[in-house]
């Protein structure tokens, strides 16, 4: 059975950092696409971060430079370190195996992707001023 269970996630005041982790079973992370997706009410579900299995990253705009995504594969397991936290990164955070036949699906609203690629339940990020 395929599972991904994040944890790490919290409230966090402005300039803060937390660090999410994504236990994964049933496959491995390292020959996997991995990534984290997030939405805030309101707002679109973005992807954010992701991790080839070349070990090539990409980061959102709004995130690079204060996000870094890694991944310890004896463990199994993906992390995203979120440093210099903003109020605008307060969002649920889910952890993402990309599709293996779509790669990664984007569109307006998590629930509606999570039938592509394995997610997550999610983990709520919140930021405070």
């Known amino acids: 059975e395929v599972q991904l269970v994040e944890s790490g996630g919290g409230s966090v005041q402005v300039g803060g950092s937390l660090r999410l982790s994504c236990l994964v079973s049933?496959?491995?992370?390292?020959?996997?696409?991995m990534g984290w997706f997030r939405q805030a009410p309101g707002n679109e579900c973005d992807l954010i971060s992701t991790i080839r299995i070349d070990g090539s990253e990409y980061y959102e705009d709004s995130v690079k430079g204060r996000f870094t995504i890694s991944q310890d594969n004896a463990k199994n397991t993906v992390y995203l370190q979120m440093n210099s936290l903003k109020p605008e990164d307060t969002a649920v955070y889910y952890c993402v195996a990309a599709d293996r036949a779509r790669g990664w699906v984007i569109g307006n609203d998590c629930d509606n992707l999570k039938e592509y690629g394995y997610w997550g339940q999610g983990t709520q990020v919140t930021v405070s001023s």
């Open positions: 049933g496959f491995s992370v390292d020959d996997t696409d």
